[in-house]
């Protein structure tokens, strides 16, 4: 018996299998809005066997994205371009998740193949950054911080932006505490130097996450699954540490979240990371605490035996890979091959299934 093929209920949804793909800019939206490449991206995975997609970080403020390229979620044609690329996720069996997202101190940046690095002028279609404290990401433009508005601001954001996602017909809503985008940013006090009631202590530094939490749970009810992506640590001195993490994490799901999808990393350049296979692993065992906390883990899992291992150790309770998707976009179908487990191949493709 696969445990990786092995389905997984979260309130009213029942993930066929375990091995997900996880949440990849493209930079090709235009105006926020998602466009053919988006469409046959992700696709292509469900095609491939994906249990679940959660489609790339996608603003839930204009001024929220990673670049002038990203994905959004504020308006309702960023919704209706979402809406025939989670049907057609549908169509081939899988679910369809998306990632919602503030860049914060972290926006606002060239696309990675862009000629040009860090901060875009405004005069290019940059604008003004946004962060808990005016403490700059290390060769980024500074940003303002954040006044009371401007924080009623994210927590209306996200509440708009999930009632527009549950609108296009996606199953799972995922919100982006990771990778030293904004909600990291107040979790972490590197980034939070605040003296208000959203800085300082732990509990003060997750406020906004968990308002954030609050405000989605309202608008997604009891039947939809909340995941929350954090990054475990910084991998820095005096950063947000996985002892940390897993006090948030309980908090989380105190709030209405349902999995936590722990990854690390990405609040200060100076990071020092030791990246092997299935490095981030241990760090979703610890914030899992035996079972009491779903999680999923993710980082360098590439290998259906791999994979099947994490869920095996009882580190994790889903694996969300990235990079081997991209690959290989059947990972799902091949892993399944590879470990003779069951799983719902797409008809067209029976022949393929034991030899
Ligand atoms: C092209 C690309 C885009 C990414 N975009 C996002 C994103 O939108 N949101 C996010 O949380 N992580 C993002 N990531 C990180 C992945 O989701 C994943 O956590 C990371 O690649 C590690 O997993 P892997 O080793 O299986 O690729 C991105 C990674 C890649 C390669």
New binding site residues.
């Given amino acids: 018996m696969s445990l990786l093929f092995s389905p997984l209920s979260i309130r009213s949804v029942t993930f066929p299998n375990r091995l997900w793909v ?4 493209m930079y090709s939206a235009v105006d926020g809005v998602v466009q053919e490449w988006h469409h046959t991206h992700l696709a292509q995975f469900a095609s491939g066997g994906a249990g679940l997609i959660v489609a ?2 996608s603003s839930v403020v204009p001024e929220g994205r990673i670049s002038p390229r990203d994905a959004g979620i504020w308006n309702d044609a960023q919704r209706d371009a979402w809406t025939p690329i989670v049907q057609a996720i549908h169509e081939r069996g899988s679910l369809a998740g998306i ?1 919602l997202a503030h860049a914060g101190r972290k926006a606002s940046t060239w696309w990675p193949w862009a000629d040009e690095r860090g901060s875009v002028p405004e005069a290019d279609g940059g604008w003004q950054t946004v962060a808990p404290s005016a403490v700059a990401f290390e060769g980024f433009e500074s940003p303002v911080a954040m006044d009371a508005a401007g924080i009623e601001r994210v927590v209306d954001g996200f509440r708009s932006a999930a009632g527009r996602a549950l609108d296009a017909g996606f199953d799972v809503l995922e919100l ?1 505490g ?2 030293g985008y904004l909600l990291h940013q107040f979790l972490s006090p590197l980034s939070n130097l605040r003296t208000d009631e959203y800085g300082g202590s732990l509990e003060n530094r997750a406020r906004l996450l968990l308002r954030v939490i609050d405000a989605v749970r309202e608008v997604a009810g009891t039947n939809v699954p909340i995941f929350v ?1 954090i990054s475990a640590t910084d991998h820095a001195e005096g950063g947000f540490a996985p002892a940390d993490a897993a006090v948030v994490a309980e908090w989380a799901i105190e709030h209405g979240a349902d999995l936590i999808d722990v ?1 690390s990393g990405g609040l200060v350049a100076h990071q020092k990371i030791d990246v092997h296979p299935g490095y981030q692993v241990p760090l979703a065992a610890a914030v899992r605490q035996n079972g009491r906390v779903p999680v999923a883990a ?4 590439t290998g259906a035996e791999q994979a099947e291992q994490v869920l095996a150790e009882g580190s994790a309770d889903a694996v ?5 998707w991209l690959r290989d976009p059947h990972f799902a179908l091949r892993a399944a091959h590879e470990l003779g487990a069951e799983t719902a191949w797409p008809p067209q493709y029976l022949r393929a299934r034991w030899r």
Wanted: charged content about 20%.
């Fill in positions: 996880s949440p990849m800019c790339e970080a990632q982006h990771a990778h992506r990854s993710v980082g360098l899992i969300f890979a990235g990079r081997e």
